[in-house]
């Protein structure tokens, strides 16, 4: 079964630890292995603002 839910700030990390693992297993993306130039705290501060947003949505 697959769960699809808004993101929360608390998925930060996880979501960029994702971005590591497929950048590492496509050349099919703009990034590699080295992820998405963001850190954990970057990404929490992107997922707050789209939160807050009301015409933002990321899942």
């Not at 990390?13 to 130039?37: R, V």
């Not at 929490?44 to 009301?54: F, G, H, K, P, Y």
């Amino acid at each position: 079964m697959v769960t699809i839910r808004k993101a929360k700030v608390n998925d930060a990390k996880a979501i960029l630890e994702f971005c590591y693992q497929i950048g590492s297993e496509t050349d099919n993306l703009s990034y590699g292995s080295e992820g998405i130039g963001l850190s954990v705290g970057d990404e929490e501060s992107i997922l707050t603002e789209v939160q807050n947003a009301d015409t933002s949505f990321f899942c």
